[in-house]
């Protein structure tokens, strides 16, 4: 039962990766579509005729930039934690496997 339950969180793990990767491509590509409509609106409302579009696209691209820095930075956080665990693993079995002195 354990076997299966592991079997399955391997599997579903690799299924939430990727799921994660596809997120990072719609919020960009939602970011800069939002900002380009807000500044669209932008446009309507005040005359700013080619300025608000081209302002909101800009503003929704560093949008879609920075949330790409966040989730960068999540990755690299979790990298080294699990460089870490490995590490602490090693010397464990390190230590483990030293001959004991009687």
Avoid: C, H
């Avoid at 409302?45 to 579009?53: E, V």
């Amino acid at each position: 039962m354990t076997d299966l339950r592991s079997s399955m969180r391997e599997k579903s793990k690799g299924i939430w990766e990727g799921a994660k990767y596809t997120s990072i491509g719609i919020e960009f590509g939602l970011g800069i579509a939002l900002g380009y409509y807000l500044g669209s609106k932008v446009d309507e409302m005040y005359g700013f005729t080619p300025y608000g579009g081209m302002i909101g696209l800009l503003l929704g691209f560093a949008s879609g930039l920075r949330s790409l820095m966040k989730i960068a930075k999540i990755q690299e956080m979790q990298a080294q934690q699990e460089a870490q665990q490995e590490a602490q693993q090693e010397a464990q079995q390190k230590i483990e496997n030293e001959p004991k002195d009687a």
